[in-house]
């Protein structure tokens, strides 16, 4: 069967600097990640030395201030980054998203300080972080999370546990969500807990559909002790913190999304015109032409739903709602495409000697994390018709 090479996306962006960047993060991607990456997500294994790549070219920090080792880029140009990465594995541009994510609270709200003192290793010294919100008992539901900090001399003791935590065990450093004092939103403190501190461990990676080569662990916290001075924001304003992070995490998530599924229509398109039945392509029939158009259509609405998301918050204008429906639609999209590639590649397609399958079954995550798509539909409501009435 002939190969039909993928031609790069052809993006619109705002500068010279920006096209140099997104050449250099495809070059890496074909050079160091796509040849070993179904290999590595079949056997689980967590590529830590593509992540110390990107860190030494300039690619953990793209949206942040270079005054402490960032890019200085728009989260127009980040979130692209993010979609070549994670079309060709979506373990490292969704870990890339996820450390992003981690780094936001210190990097947002964190003091002079704190940014001068912590953010240059996160951002550019090889630290891989983690975001530390969810709980057996609270996901979709986070404010009645239940781990607490409680003030000890110029400190804080922090228990509890966290689930479901990309990079768990793994990460250098943790932006833990834990109740300083009422219960519900008012009553969370965010901090920023190093990987090697004592009394905090990890349980066994989750065993998953898809992402194997991605860590998903409980992190326990047995009386975690650090100082004030690692407590980001004010007393009671971690949720807020939290919430504000993961409107700008949720674009990560959208544009992971389209690489994903942007890298799932550049297999069937390839084997659709490789694959002879009846004395023809199988591309020349009209269904399935219909299929990859539906696909190519659903992905380009995708990216510029994101991009759209992304520019309003460039501006510094709300965004919430936006990224909201991006990563609903992307989330949505990057399910339906994938199992439409799957379709077109029809019994290959259901063979691990393909990456189809693969693809979809990475596709599911994306509609369940930082906020699963039901919890998006509501965001969304909540913005249009206000809040609900009880």
């Given at each position: 069967m002939p190969d039909r090479a993928p031609q790069p996306v052809d993006r619109q962006l705002p500068t010279d600097e920006a096209r140099d960047l997104i050449s250099l993060v495809r070059d890496i991607a074909q050079r160091?990640?796509?040849?070993?990456?179904?290999?590595?997500?079949?056997?689980?294994?967590?590529?830590?030395?593509?992540f110390a790549l990107l860190s030494e070219s300039g690619l953990l920090g793209l949206p942040y201030d270079s005054e402490y080792g960032g890019g200085d880029q728009p989260y127009e140009v980040y979130l692209q980054v993010l979609?070549?990465?994670?079309?060709?594995?979506?373990?490292?541009?969704?870990?890339?998203?996820?450390?992003?994510?981690?780094?936001?609270?210190?990097?947002?709200?964190?003091?002079k300080?704190?940014?001068?003192?912590?953010?240059?290793?996160?951002?550019?010294?090889?630290?891989?972080?983690?975001?530390?919100?969810s709980e057996p008992s609270s996901g979709s539901d986070a404010a009645s999370?239940?781990?607490?900090?409680?003030?000890?001399?110029?400190?804080?003791?922090?228990?509890?546990?966290?689930?479901?935590?990309t990079h768990g065990?793994?990460?250098?450093?943790?932006?833990?969500?834990?109740?300083?004092?009422?219960?519900?939103?008012?009553?969370?403190?965010?901090?920023?807990?190093?990987?090697?501190?004592?009394?905090?461990?990890?349980?066994?990676?989750?065993?998953?559909?898809?992402?194997?080569?991605?860590?998903?662990?409980?992190?326990?916290?047995?009386?975690?002790?650090?100082?004030?001075?690692?407590?980001?924001?004010?007393?009671?304003?971690?949720f807020a913190i939290a919430l504000s992070a993961l409107d700008s995490g949720r674009l990560g998530i959208a544009a992971c999304a389209i690489g994903l599924a942007q890298a799932a229509l550049d297999e069937a398109v390839g084997y659709a015109a490789g694959r002879q039945q009846f004395g023809r392509p199988i591309a020349d029939f009209q269904g399935l032409r219909f299929m990859l158009a539906d696909?190519?259509?659903?992905?380009?609405?995708?990216r510029a739903l994101y991009l759209a998301a992304a520019r309003l918050r460039d501006a510094g204008r709300p965004f919430?709602?936006?990224?909201?429906?991006?990563?609903?639609?992307?989330?949505?999209?990057?399910?339906?495409v994938t199992t439409d590639a799957?379709?077109?590649?029809?019994?290959?397609?259901?063979?691990?000697?393909?990456?189809?399958?693969?693809?979809?079954?990475?596709?599911?995550?994306?509609?369940?994390?930082?906020?699963?798509?039901?919890?998006?539909?509501?965001?969304i409501a909540r913005h249009l018709a206000g809040p609900e009435t009880r």
């Open positions: 160091e990640i796509a040849p070993k990456a179904a290999e590595e997500e079949d056997a689980g294994r967590f590529p830590r030395e593509v979609e070549e990465l994670a079309a060709v594995r979506l373990t490292v541009g969704l870990g890339l998203s996820v450390h992003t994510l981690a780094a936001y609270g210190l990097a947002t709200y964190g003091t300080q704190q940014q001068v003192e912590h953010l240059p290793a996160m951002l550019g010294g090889g630290l891989l972080g983690a975001y530390a919100l999370l239940r781990t607490r900090a409680v003030r000890d001399g110029d400190g804080w003791v922090i228990t509890g546990t966290k689930s479901w935590i065990g793994v990460a250098d450093f943790y932006t833990v969500m834990a109740r300083t004092g009422e219960d519900g939103p008012r009553g969370i403190t965010a901090f920023l807990v190093p990987g090697d501190a004592e009394g905090l461990s990890a349980a066994a990676p989750e065993r998953k559909m898809g992402l194997k080569g991605s860590p998903t662990a409980q992190i326990h916290l047995d009386g975690v002790r650090v100082s004030d001075g690692r407590r980001i924001g004010e007393e009671g304003q971690g696909m190519a259509t659903r992905i380009e609405a995708g919430a709602r936006q990224a909201a429906m991006a990563k609903l639609f992307c989330t949505d999209t990057a399910m339906q799957v379709q077109v590649l029809g019994g290959y397609g259901y063979t691990a000697d393909f990456p189809a399958e693969r693809y979809m079954r990475e596709a599911k995550v994306l509609q369940i994390v930082e906020g699963t798509n039901q919890i998006q539909r509501m965001v």
